[in-house]
């Protein structure tokens, strides 16, 4: 079997953050934030974080923070709360989280009535959000800053008869919906809420002859499913239902093991998104030389254990 | 959902999906334009969810493959069901008709996924009850309990499966639903008895983490001090109050009664079982004596709380899983497919199950396990789906008839003090067993041995209010947070797990199954007041630390683990000071 090229997804991934004139980087200028978490976390997860200059982006993100609280994609856009996860996610990979001023993220203010969340001022709802929410306030230690009861109640109301989640009430279940909501269950003490052995069985009938995972029903499988399935069915306890062999071998089978980068499907153009995504799923596989990630916070466990126990 | 350049695609793939483009392509002409009618009517004039429901049929009968399709027609049925609308007031009418259409479906291809998971709901339609009911209790109904203060006891003047020591003051009543139920309370369950007041007894859920509901809970009763025989009467759901989590209301009132006999302390013998260690090793055991057998009927009575109103008003349920059962066997003599077989074995327990509830048998127990066994070969991806779906009816086999678990009961018998009598020990070990299940019928069992099985998991365990010994050693345990249900089990005094998994695997499956901060399920006052984590880095032993801090064990073993170095030792001689023997070492 072919194996991880280290070595060349770091230069990939390092490229990829120099090269501003290349055509990912002009069609992905508005998320750059998403692209550095998940740029920056796969680095982390290789063992080369400190390859980059932590003080360039920790300048760089706090740019990015609009006066309301909120981060955008990148200096000059919109806010939105998209934007202010991966920013707080990659405050706490460099251990920087005291440069916040968390009275001024107004998350609390997006949550509504019945409990769910709105992206932005413009007000979409999506259980993704919720996640976002909770995680970014757990993150900070302040989830008490919102109503939990009511955000919980929400997410159940998105539960569908195959066990999974939707975005919205009656919404189908999907693998990176589930992620969210099984995500926000587990980071608020729910879990018992979601029936294991029947999202289990669905989300392990995700994985195809091929070994890779998708994300719905009779669709293609794509490496980003190894991220969302995958952390789910750890986060439940029942990722033993499905072949880890196979699907390390659909992940590295992605690989461009020439220039580095990681594609949704082997044979496909890489990006930085499905880089990071399978670097993840093959640490939850256990894959050697890899630093262990956690399912729900999708950082490091060092980190959050850093977070949660020191001190 | 992405678009992207790609280069070549792989020649099976693209086989498969210019297969489907073209069915798909020769369909979207005729009801592209249809589509958007549809979606224009029901914008403009509010179409009534029986209309939508119709509509979701036609989408169907256009392409069986429509996994939306399938899931918006179960949102609309439940709504409907619930609304209690004309024509859906009862799932007797609705649910055969239901099958039927599936059946086109799952018949036309049986590999395509779109109605698999609809089938399955069809199915939890029929069999699951509205209502939640007692499945069963501990004490069960006419059980003599003999209490004793002290673990030496002579069990033979009662049935030993009812002799329970307790040196904590106070003995379990267990309440098993079918299904999870908030709102246990002493103003929804009463006992009466004696030496303890109703309105002093606080009701638990036990839930793997601090909610408000659960399938099984659990209260304490003082141990009378004066009053040596008496009766308990339990009466549960009298008064409303027990919901299910789908909201239904508990509404079959039952009652049950047992005997409770003191034994009181008696001072020699405490002293022996100081120094003594329990070892559940083939030597200490004998076979479990048949001139006991009464008292094993006695934990199969505990099932016959009554329970008669559902079996009649049921035929239609059964009905309606004979025909599936027979039309899912006529679609296996045409092909061999998993899902057929899943469906199958599906069918066969859930029948089982409501033919006989309360005989305990299962006829077609040996052919679910054949199919199992057949679907691991047939479908290796999702072996250990099969496996422990597998391990879950062997179990509900070995406990469904007096004759299967006497084989399992064995006497234990102490080598170093012979000359007492320990309890019925059940022994399921070596059975190849990857999950743990059948637990409403063993709620009686104090002393169980799982060792040598392959269980990953122990899910479920913290049902067996009465367990003070268990063995798993032996087992594929991959982490110490696995053994979250062990810290509800406040009469657990001897642990061995022993040659397990633990430490060897970087990614924690069961991390937010257990409580701890990371899922804001324990304060974190908890941790900052112990003068424990003066003496442990919390950091790298936060697992140990949440899990064993609330046991309250004599005896552990937790040799041939990765984690279990001398350091680590140390660790739990200081989170667990009462701690008596660790790995065969008498603590000093």
């Known amino acids: 079997m072919a194996e991880l090229a280290v070595d060349k997804h770091v230069k990939y991934i390092l490229s990829v953050e120099k090269n501003k004139d290349s055509f990912e980087s002009v069609v992905m200028d508005h998320l750059r934030m998403n692209g550095a978490y998940w740029g920056l976390t796969a680095l982390d997860l290789l063992g080369k974080l400190d390859s980059v200059n932590v003080d360039e982006v920790i300048s760089w993100i706090l740019k990015c923070q609009h006066e309301s609280g909120g981060f955008s994609g990148n200096i000059g856009h919109d806010p939105h709360i998209l934007y202010t996860l991966s920013a707080v996610q990659v405050l706490a990979l460099f251990n920087k989280l005291d440069v916040l001023d968390i009275d001024k993220l107004d998350i609390t203010g997006l949550q509504n009535e019945d409990g769910s969340f709105s992206g932005d001022m413009w007000g979409e709802v999506d259980t993704r959000f919720s996640y976002i929410a909770i995680c970014c306030l757990s993150i900070l230690c302040c989830l008490n800053k919102i109503n939990v009861e009511k955000a919980v109640s929400y997410i159940l109301s998105c539960k569908n008869l195959d066990g999974g989640f939707g975005c919205t ?6 693998a990176g919906q589930i992620f969210c909501c099984v995500g926000a269950l587990a980071l608020t003490g729910s879990l018992h809420y979601v029936d294991k052995d029947l999202l289990g069985w669905w989300l392990c009938e995700r994985q195809v002859k091929s070994g890779g995972l998708n994300g719905r029903p009779e669709k293609l499988p794509d490496v980003c499913y190894s991220w969302w399935v995958l952390s789910s069915l750890i986060m439940i306890d029942r990722v033993h239902w499905i072949d880890k062999e196979k699907l390390v071998k659909f992940i590295l089978d992605c690989q461009d093991v020439e220039n580095g980068g990681i594609s949704d499907r082997p044979d496909d153009a890489v990006d930085v998104y499905h880089t990071y995504f399978g670097v993840a799923g093959l640490s939850l596989l256990n894959y050697p030389g890899l630093k262990a990630i956690d399912p729900a916070y999708a950082l490091p466990v060092d980190v959050v254990n850093r977070i949660f126990f020191s001190g | 959902m992405h678009g992207r350049p790609r280069k070549t695609p792989k020649p099976e793939e693209e086989a498969a999906s210019v297969a489907k483009a073209q069915k798909l392509r020769a369909l979207q002409t005729q009801f592209f334009s249809f589509h958007h009618n549809k979606i224009f009517v029901a914008e403009s004039m509010k179409r009534s969810e029986q209309d939508e429901l119709k509509y979701t049929e036609d989408m169907i009968y256009k392409n069986f493959s429509n996994y939306s399709a399938w899931h918006n027609r179960s949102v609309l049925l439940s709504a409907l069901f ?170 079959h009132p039952s009652m049950f009664s047992f005997k409770v006999h003191v034994q009181p302390m008696e001072r020699d013998f405490s002293q022996v079982s100081v120094a003594e260690s329990i070892s559940l090793r083939e030597e200490n055991f004998k076979i ?191 982490s110490l947070t696995a053994l979250e249900p062990l810290r509800k089990l406040k009469l657990l005094r001897v642990l061995d797990i022993s040659y397990n998994q633990i430490g060897d695997h970087s990614i924690d499956t069961t991390r937010y199954l257990c409580s701890s901060p990371l899922s804001h399920s324990v304060g974190s006052e908890s941790t900052k007041d112990e003068t424990v984590t003066r003496d442990v880095a919390l950091i790298d032993n936060w697992e140990a630390f949440y899990i064993f801090k609330d046991f309250n064990l004599n005896q552990l073993d937790i040799v041939g683990n990765t984690i279990a170095d001398e350091k680590f030792k140390s660790v739990l001689v200081k989170i667990m000071p009462k701690l008596k023997q660790l790995d065969g070492k008498l603590l000093g």
């Open chain 1, 169 to 174: 009430p009656g919404g189908e279940s999907h």
């Open chain 2, 288 to 478: 479990y004596g048949a001139q006991s057998e009464e008292s094993i009927i006695n934990s199969f009575n505990q099932l016959s709380i009554e329970n008669g109103h559902e079996s009649t008003a049921s035929n239609w349920r059964s009905e309606a899983l004979a025909k599936e059962i027979e039309c899912f066997r006529e679609l296996l003599s045409l092909m061999d497919c998993k899902i057929g077989k899943l469906t199958l074995a599906r069918l066969l327990m859930a029948y089982d199950v409501m033919s006989y509830p309360f005989a305990n048998k299962l006829v077609h127990s040996e052919e679910v396990l054949e199919l199992y066994s057949d679907m691991m070969k047939l479908d290796p991806t999702h072996y250990q789906y099969y496996k422990d779906e597998h391990s879950m009816v062997l179990l509900q086999k070995v406990t469904s008839s007096k004759e299967s678990l006497l084989q399992h009961c064995f006497q234990y018998k102490d080598s170093v003090s012979s000359a007492i009598c320990g309890p019925i020990c059940l022994r399921l070990n070596n059975l190849s067993l990857s999950r743990m299940g059948a637990f409403e019928k063993l709620l009686w069992v104090q002393m169980l041995d799982l060792s040598d099985n392959e269980l990953q998991s122990i899910e479920g365990l913290e049902a067996m209010q009465l367990l003070s010994c268990l063995s798993l050693r032996n087992n594929k345990l991959r």
């Open chain 2, 82 to 251: 619930e609304k209690k609308a004309e024509g859906f007031l009862s799932k007797e009418k609705v649910l055969p008709e239901e099958y039927e259409f599936i059946h086109q479906a799952i018949f036309t291809d049986p590999d395509d996924q779109s109605g698999w998971f609809y089938h399955l709901w069809l199915l939890d339609q029929t069999v699951t009850t509205d209502s939640p009911l007692l499945a069963s209790s501990w004490p069960g109904h006419g059980y003599d309990v003999l209490l004793v203060e002290d673990r030496c006891y002579n069990g033979s003047a009662f049935s030993p499966f009812t002799a329970l020591h307790s040196d904590s003051g106070s003995f379990p009543i267990v309440l098993y639903f079918n299904q999870p139920v908030g709102g246990v309370s002493s103003s929804t369950v009463t006992v009466e008895c004696g030496f303890n007041k109703n309105e002093d007894l606080l009701w638990k859920p036990l839930s793997a983490s601090n909610s408000q509901t659960a399938r099984v809970w659990v209260a304490h009763l003082k141990i009378p001090s004066s009053d040596l025989h008496s009766t308990v009467e339990v009466s549960v759901g009298h008064s409303k109050g027990i919901i299910s989590t789908r909201g239904f209301e508990y509404s």
